[in-house]
């Protein structure tokens, strides 16, 4: 096949890709990092592994794929050594509620803030579980884990934001 078909289908299933899930990989990342330009670069980083270094997805994993590379590349941001500390309280949303939509805000902002102090791997679980719709048995491949890892995981998270909302309840 000649080369400049192969680099036309290639480019249109990028764009495809790009189209369908750079708000979930955004999103995962925003949520797992705090910061907006971050999670942009890492959703960039994402899709210019996926060009660059095309890996044969499996179709239908697709969504799998870039969000296990997403996760990773955040892991590594976390680690490094200029991220001390991700500073909550930024802004969640771009507009300002309405009146009736404040308590249902305060309740997502509070939910968002613990489960943002929950260690790293409980929140993946709880990210990829709740937000991305993953079963256990998806997370475990995705994570490369045993899935009564995932499962323990699941159980352990939900009991310590059981704890930390108690705790913010009692304020």
């Known amino acids: 096949m000649d080369k400049r078909y192969d680099d036309f289908d290639r480019a249109q299933q990028l764009e495809r890709l790009y189209s369908l899930y750079a708000d979930d990989v955004l999103r995962v990342a925003y949520f797992y990092l705090?910061?907006?330009?971050?999670?942009?670069?890492?959703?960039?980083?994402?899709?210019?592994?996926?060009?660059?270094?095309?890996?044969?997805?499996?179709?239908?994993?697709?969504?799998?794929?870039?969000?296990?590379?997403?996760?990773?590349?955040?892991?590594?941001?976390?680690?490094?050594?200029?991220?001390?500390?991700?500073?909550l309280g930024s802004p969640v949303m771009e507009c300002i509620p309405g009146p009736d939509e404040i308590a249902e805000l305060d309740e997502k902002t509070e939910l968002m803030e613990a489960v943002y102090q929950l260690p790293a791997g409980f929140r993946e679980v709880i990210l990829l579980h709740y937000y991305q719709g993953y079963g256990i048995s998806e997370i475990a491949a995705m994570l490369s884990l045993p899935e009564g890892t995932i499962s323990s995981r699941l159980s352990r998270a939900r009991k310590k934001l059981e704890v930390l909302l108690k705790g913010s309840d009692a304020r």
Not at 50 to 78: S, Y
Not at 79 to 84: E, I, Q, T
């Open 34 to 87: 705090g910061d907006k330009q971050k999670a942009e670069d890492v959703c960039q980083d994402v899709f210019m592994r996926l060009l660059t270094k095309g890996p044969q997805i499996e179709e239908g994993h697709e969504k799998a794929w870039l969000l296990k590379v997403a996760l990773n590349r955040c892991r590594d941001l976390w680690r490094a050594a200029w991220v001390k500390r991700v500073v």
